[in-house]
C-alpha cells in the first residue's frame, strides 16, 4: 500500500492525463463512429474536458508545479456539471430543468451499462480522477514523476507521449473497426424485417380514443422523451428526427410492431435509417415501461 501510495504520487498528473485523453477520444468515438448526438449539457463537458489533454501534456513537458491550479477550475466545474446532468437522467430533482430547450433532450441515455452506467456518468468519472489526481499533485508539490533517487525527471517526454500514444492507438482502433463494421453492415437486411412480433390490438378503435387518461399520458411522455427530435407537433426536427404526424410507418404497423421497433432503436447501417443518426435503443428512455410507450404511440396516431 505504501509503495502505491509513492507511485500515486509521483504519477498523479500522468494518470490524470490519462483520464483525459481517455474521456475525449471516448466522446468522439460516441458521436463520430456510433453516431450519438451530443446535448446541450454534453457539449458543455466537451468544453470543459477537450483543453485539459493540452494543458496537463504542456504542464507536464515543462514541468509546472502550478500546473494542478490550472486544471482544477475545469475539472470541480465539470464534475458538478456532469453530476447534474446525471442526476437529471436518473431522478425527477430537475423535472422542471430547461438545459435542453433545443435539441437532443438531455435525458436521451444512449448508453446504460449495467444499469447505471451513462456517458454523463463515465464524463462524472473522468472529471473526479482528474479532480482528485490534482489534488494529489497539489499536496505532493509536483507536477511529474521522480526517479528513485528522488530527483526531477529532466524530460518527461518519453512518458507523456507514451500515455498519449497509447491511448491514441487504442482508439483509432476502434474508429477504424466501427467504420468498417457499419460499411459492412448496411448491406445487411434490416433486422427489423426479420423481427419476430407476436400482434398485439390496436390501441385506436374505429377512430376513437379507447382511453383518454392513457392519450394524456402519451402526451406527456412523448413531450418528454420523443419532442425534442420528432418535434412538439410532430412535423419532425431538420437534422434531428422524421416527421410522426401521418407518418405511414404508424399506418402500416401495428402497435405491438411499433414497440418492437422504439426498444430495439435504429442503428445508422439499418437501412431503414434515413436520418443518417442513431435512434436509441427505447428512445434513449430505457425506465419506460411497455404500458408507457404504447401510451406514447396511442398519442402519436392521434
Avoid at 394524456?216 to 412535423?235: I, K, N, P, V
Wanted: net charge negative; proline share 5%; aromatic share 10%.
Amino acid at each position: 500500500m505504501e509503495r502505491f501510495s509513492l507511485w500515486l504520487n509521483r504519477n498523479s498528473m500522468y494518470v490524470a492525463l490519462l483520464a483525459a485523453l481517455i474521456a475525449t477520444c471516448g466522446s468522439l468515438y460516441f458521436s463520430e463512429v456510433r453516431g450519438y448526438v451530443p446535448c446541450v449539457l454534453c457539449w458543455y463537458q466537451r468544453i470543459l474536458m477537450y483543453p485539459l489533454t493540452g494543458v496537463i501534456a504542456v504542464g507536464l513537458l515543462r514541468r509546472d508545479r502550478n500546473l494542478p491550479y490550472y486544471i482544477l477550475p475545469f475539472s470541480i466545474y465539470g464534475v458538478g456539471m456532469s453530476g447534474y446532468h446525471y442526476l437529471l437522467e436518473k431522478t425527477d430533482l430537475f423535472a422542471g430543468s430547461a438545459a435542453c430547450a433545443q435539441g437532443v433532450s438531455c435525458t436521451t441515455q444512449w448508453i446504460n451499462w449495467f444499469g447505471f452506467v451513462t456517458i454523463p456518468f463515465l464524463a462524472f468519472t473522468a472529471f473526479l480522477i482528474i479532480t482528485l489526481m490534482s489534488v494529489i499533485a497539489l499536496l505532493n508539490g509536483e507536477p511529474a514523476a521522480e526517479d528513485e533517487e528522488g530527483e526531477r525527471l529532466r524530460t518527461p517526454w518519453l512518458q507523456v507521449s507514451g500515455v498519449v500514444v497509447a491511448v491514441l492507438a487504442v482508439f483509432a482502433a476502434l474508429f477504424i473497426s466501427g467504420s468498417s463494421g457499419q460499411a459492412a453492415a448496411s448491406a445487411a437486411p434490416s433486422p427489423f424485417a426479420t423481427m419476430a412480433v407476436t400482434p398485439g390490438p390496436q390501441i385506436l378503435i374505429d377512430g376513437a380514443v379507447s382511453d383518454p387518461a392513457t392519450l394524456a399520458r402519451g402526451e406527456q411522455l412523448y413531450l418528454q422523451s420523443c419532442a425534442a427530435c420528432h418535434g412538439m407537433d410532430g412535423l419532425g426536427v431538420t437534422n434531428l428526427g422524421n416527421q410522426l404526424r401521418n407518418s405511414e410507418f404508424l399506418a402500416n404497423n401495428t402497435d405491438a410492431e411499433v414497440l418492437a421497433v422504439i426498444r430495439q432503436g435504429r442503428e445508422l447501417n439499418d437501412p431503414l435509417n434515413t436520418t443518417g443518426l442513431v435512434m436509441p435503443p427505447s428512445g434513449g428512455r430505457p425506465d419506460l415501461s411497455d404500458a408507457d410507450i404504447l401510451a406514447i404511440i396511442q398519442y402519436m396516431r392521434q
